[in-house]
Protein backbone atom coordinates (compact mmCIF):
# COMPACT_ATOMS: atom_id res chain seq x y z
CA UNK A 1 0.00 0.00 0.00
CA UNK A 2 1.46 3.65 -0.63
CA UNK A 3 1.32 5.39 2.61
CA UNK A 4 0.68 9.33 2.77
CA UNK A 5 2.32 11.21 5.69
CA UNK A 6 0.74 14.30 6.32
CA UNK A 7 2.45 17.15 8.39
CA UNK A 8 2.09 18.85 10.61
CA UNK A 9 -1.28 16.58 12.46
CA UNK A 10 -2.46 20.32 13.62
CA UNK A 11 -1.44 24.29 13.44
CA UNK A 12 -2.88 27.45 14.77
CA UNK A 13 -2.46 30.72 12.50
CA UNK A 14 -4.29 34.24 12.59
CA UNK A 15 -6.65 35.64 9.34
CA UNK A 16 -4.66 36.49 6.97
CA UNK A 17 -1.63 34.35 7.21
CA UNK A 18 -0.17 31.40 4.82
CA UNK A 19 -0.85 28.51 5.89
CA UNK A 20 1.12 25.28 4.41
CA UNK A 21 0.48 21.44 4.90
CA UNK A 22 2.54 18.85 3.31
CA UNK A 23 2.05 14.98 2.52
CA UNK A 24 5.04 12.86 1.25
CA UNK A 25 3.94 9.88 -0.84
CA UNK A 26 6.02 6.00 0.35
CA UNK A 27 6.29 6.30 -3.39
CA UNK A 28 6.67 7.85 -6.41
CA UNK A 29 2.66 8.60 -8.05
CA UNK A 30 3.27 11.25 -10.07
CA UNK A 31 0.90 14.02 -9.76
CA UNK A 32 -2.14 11.82 -8.69
CA UNK A 33 -2.76 13.73 -5.10
CA UNK A 34 -5.66 15.45 -4.50
CA UNK A 35 -6.42 17.76 -1.71
CA UNK A 36 -9.85 17.61 0.80
CA UNK A 37 -11.20 20.17 3.20
CA UNK A 38 -13.69 18.68 5.69
CA UNK A 39 -15.36 20.70 8.36
CA UNK A 40 -16.99 20.06 11.31
CA UNK A 41 -19.93 17.59 11.03
CA UNK A 42 -19.69 17.82 6.87
CA UNK A 43 -18.60 15.20 4.62
CA UNK A 44 -14.75 16.04 3.00
CA UNK A 45 -14.93 18.70 -0.07
CA UNK A 46 -12.17 18.16 -2.87
CA UNK A 47 -10.55 21.57 -3.37
CA UNK A 48 -7.55 20.26 -5.05
CA UNK A 49 -7.39 17.22 -7.40
CA UNK A 50 -4.07 16.28 -9.88
CA UNK A 51 -1.75 17.96 -7.22
CA UNK A 52 -2.18 21.28 -8.37
CA UNK A 53 -5.74 21.80 -10.51
CA UNK A 54 -8.25 23.87 -8.35
CA UNK A 55 -11.96 22.42 -8.48
CA UNK A 56 -14.54 24.33 -9.81
CA UNK A 57 -15.93 26.85 -7.58
CA UNK A 58 -12.84 26.88 -4.99
CA UNK A 59 -11.31 30.00 -3.85
CA UNK A 60 -8.27 31.10 -5.51
CA UNK A 61 -6.63 31.60 -2.13
CA UNK A 62 -6.32 27.61 -2.31
CA UNK A 63 -3.17 25.85 -4.21
CA UNK A 64 -1.39 22.77 -4.53
CA UNK A 65 2.23 21.58 -6.12
CA UNK A 66 3.91 19.20 -6.19
CA UNK A 67 4.83 15.45 -7.96
CA UNK A 68 6.60 12.60 -7.16
CA UNK A 69 6.53 11.98 -3.32
CA UNK A 70 6.08 15.41 -1.87
CA UNK A 71 3.25 17.98 -2.02
CA UNK A 72 2.55 21.10 -0.89
CA UNK A 73 -0.78 22.41 -0.27
CA UNK A 74 -1.16 26.07 0.50
CA UNK A 75 -4.03 28.68 1.88
CA UNK A 76 -2.89 32.02 1.15
CA UNK A 77 -4.48 34.40 3.33
CA UNK A 78 -6.26 32.11 5.84
CA UNK A 79 -10.48 33.07 6.48
CA UNK A 80 -11.89 32.12 9.37
CA UNK A 81 -14.25 29.98 7.19
CA UNK A 82 -11.19 27.86 6.61
CA UNK A 83 -11.34 26.61 10.03
CA UNK A 84 -11.42 22.70 9.34
CA UNK A 85 -9.18 19.37 8.97
CA UNK A 86 -7.31 18.86 5.07
CA UNK A 87 -6.70 15.69 3.90
CA UNK A 88 -4.31 14.55 1.29
CA UNK A 89 -5.42 11.64 -0.86
CA UNK A 90 -4.07 9.40 -3.67
CA UNK A 91 -5.05 6.58 -6.02
CA UNK A 92 -2.57 6.12 -7.95
CA UNK A 93 -2.36 2.10 -7.49
CA UNK A 94 -5.29 1.07 -6.67
CA UNK A 95 -6.17 -0.81 -4.60
CA UNK A 96 -6.56 1.20 -1.86
CA UNK A 97 -7.20 4.42 -2.32
CA UNK A 98 -5.43 6.31 0.89
CA UNK A 99 -5.84 9.54 2.95
CA UNK A 100 -2.92 11.01 5.04
CA UNK A 101 -3.62 11.77 8.80
CA UNK A 102 -5.10 14.99 8.27
CA UNK A 103 -4.05 18.45 9.48
CA UNK A 104 -6.57 20.92 12.04
CA UNK A 105 -6.31 24.38 11.00
CA UNK A 106 -7.55 26.31 13.87
CA UNK A 107 -7.35 30.24 14.35
CA UNK A 108 -5.16 31.88 16.85
CA UNK B 1 -27.18 18.28 -9.48
CA UNK B 2 -26.12 14.28 -7.80
CA UNK B 3 -26.98 13.70 -4.36
CA UNK B 4 -26.60 10.67 -2.23
CA UNK B 5 -28.43 9.26 0.47
CA UNK B 6 -27.60 6.32 3.00
CA UNK B 7 -29.43 4.71 5.41
CA UNK B 8 -28.76 1.30 7.53
CA UNK B 9 -28.21 -0.04 11.05
CA UNK B 10 -26.97 2.40 13.86
CA UNK B 11 -26.19 0.08 16.44
CA UNK B 12 -24.65 -3.28 16.18
CA UNK B 13 -23.44 -6.01 18.79
CA UNK B 14 -19.97 -7.37 17.93
CA UNK B 15 -20.26 -10.42 15.23
CA UNK B 16 -22.80 -9.00 13.65
CA UNK B 17 -23.27 -7.90 10.17
CA UNK B 18 -23.18 -4.22 8.96
CA UNK B 19 -25.75 -3.41 6.30
CA UNK B 20 -25.68 0.12 4.84
CA UNK B 21 -27.72 1.09 1.42
CA UNK B 22 -27.46 4.38 -0.40
CA UNK B 23 -29.20 5.73 -2.84
CA UNK B 24 -28.03 7.85 -6.11
CA UNK B 25 -30.58 10.96 -7.08
CA UNK B 26 -29.67 12.77 -10.27
CA UNK B 27 -26.91 12.18 -13.03
CA UNK B 28 -26.06 8.98 -14.36
CA UNK B 29 -25.69 6.20 -12.07
CA UNK B 30 -23.91 3.76 -14.98
CA UNK B 31 -20.23 4.80 -15.90
CA UNK B 32 -18.86 5.79 -12.43
CA UNK B 33 -17.28 4.11 -9.18
CA UNK B 34 -19.92 3.82 -6.55
CA UNK B 35 -17.64 4.62 -3.32
CA UNK B 36 -17.94 3.48 0.50
CA UNK B 37 -15.63 5.47 3.48
CA UNK B 38 -15.48 5.40 6.88
CA UNK B 39 -14.22 8.23 9.73
CA UNK B 40 -14.02 6.55 12.87
CA UNK B 41 -14.93 9.48 15.77
CA UNK B 42 -12.28 11.90 15.81
CA UNK B 43 -9.91 10.34 13.58
CA UNK B 44 -8.87 10.37 9.78
CA UNK B 45 -10.63 9.12 6.51
CA UNK B 46 -10.22 5.08 5.79
CA UNK B 47 -10.91 3.85 2.39
CA UNK B 48 -12.99 0.67 1.82
CA UNK B 49 -14.10 -0.19 -1.46
CA UNK B 50 -15.71 0.80 -4.42
CA UNK B 51 -17.87 -1.10 -6.99
CA UNK B 52 -18.46 0.09 -10.78
CA UNK B 53 -22.51 -0.28 -12.00
CA UNK B 54 -21.29 -3.47 -14.12
CA UNK B 55 -20.31 -5.10 -10.37
CA UNK B 56 -16.49 -4.80 -10.84
CA UNK B 57 -14.96 -4.29 -7.60
CA UNK B 58 -12.16 -2.75 -5.62
CA UNK B 59 -11.74 -3.40 -1.84
CA UNK B 60 -9.08 -2.50 0.88
CA UNK B 61 -6.96 -5.43 1.42
CA UNK B 62 -7.43 -4.60 5.32
CA UNK B 63 -11.17 -5.36 5.45
CA UNK B 64 -11.58 -7.12 2.08
CA UNK B 65 -12.17 -10.76 4.05
CA UNK B 66 -15.42 -8.47 5.45
CA UNK B 67 -16.66 -6.75 3.29
CA UNK B 68 -19.34 -7.91 0.16
CA UNK B 69 -20.55 -4.74 -1.96
CA UNK B 70 -23.28 -4.41 -4.36
CA UNK B 71 -25.37 -2.60 -7.11
CA UNK B 72 -28.80 -2.25 -8.28
CA UNK B 73 -28.76 -0.12 -11.26
CA UNK B 74 -32.70 -0.39 -11.33
CA UNK B 75 -33.31 1.52 -8.49
CA UNK B 76 -29.73 3.62 -8.86
CA UNK B 77 -28.36 2.05 -5.57
CA UNK B 78 -25.46 0.37 -4.09
CA UNK B 79 -24.73 -1.47 -0.76
CA UNK B 80 -22.18 -2.72 1.75
CA UNK B 81 -22.16 -5.50 4.37
CA UNK B 82 -19.11 -6.21 6.73
CA UNK B 83 -19.29 -9.12 8.21
CA UNK B 84 -17.98 -9.68 12.04
CA UNK B 85 -17.90 -6.46 13.22
CA UNK B 86 -15.80 -5.49 16.08
CA UNK B 87 -15.79 -2.17 18.26
CA UNK B 88 -13.04 -0.80 15.77
CA UNK B 89 -15.70 -0.73 13.12
CA UNK B 90 -17.40 2.16 15.01
CA UNK B 91 -17.23 4.81 12.69
CA UNK B 92 -19.38 7.63 10.37
CA UNK B 93 -19.54 5.89 6.86
CA UNK B 94 -19.97 7.35 3.78
CA UNK B 95 -20.84 6.88 0.53
CA UNK B 96 -19.58 8.62 -2.36
CA UNK B 97 -18.90 8.90 -6.24
CA UNK B 98 -15.50 8.91 -8.08
CA UNK B 99 -16.68 9.90 -11.26
CA UNK B 100 -15.32 8.19 -15.05
CA UNK B 101 -15.91 9.66 -18.73
CA UNK B 102 -16.20 7.31 -21.15
CA UNK B 103 -12.21 7.06 -21.16
CA UNK B 104 -11.14 7.57 -17.76
CA UNK B 105 -11.68 7.65 -14.31
CA UNK B 106 -11.04 10.44 -11.77
CA UNK B 107 -8.65 9.54 -8.83
CA UNK B 108 -10.67 12.12 -6.65
CA UNK B 109 -13.91 11.67 -4.82
CA UNK B 110 -16.35 14.19 -5.63
CA UNK B 111 -19.55 13.43 -4.11
CA UNK B 112 -20.74 12.48 -0.73
CA UNK B 113 -23.36 11.15 1.51
CA UNK B 114 -24.35 12.64 4.25
CA UNK B 115 -22.97 9.60 6.72
CA UNK B 116 -24.39 7.28 8.65
CA UNK B 117 -22.98 6.47 12.27
CA UNK B 118 -22.75 2.53 12.77
CA UNK B 119 -21.83 2.03 16.70
CA UNK B 120 -20.60 -1.78 17.63
CA UNK B 121 -20.93 -1.87 21.13
CA UNK B 122 -21.86 -5.38 23.01
Known amino acids: DIQMTQSPSSLSASVGDRVTITCQAS??????VNWYQQKPGEAPKVLIYDASNLQTGVPSRFSGSGSGIDFTFTISGLQPEDVATYYCQQYENLPPLTFGGGTKVQLK | QVRLQQWGAGLLKPSETLSLTCTVYGGSFNGHYWTWIRQPPGKGLEWIGE???????NCNPSLESRVSMSVDTAKSQFSLRVSSVTVADTALYYCARRSCSPTTCNTWIDYWGQGALVSVSS
Open chain 2, 51 to 57: IFHTGTT
Open chain 1, 27 to 32: QDIGTD
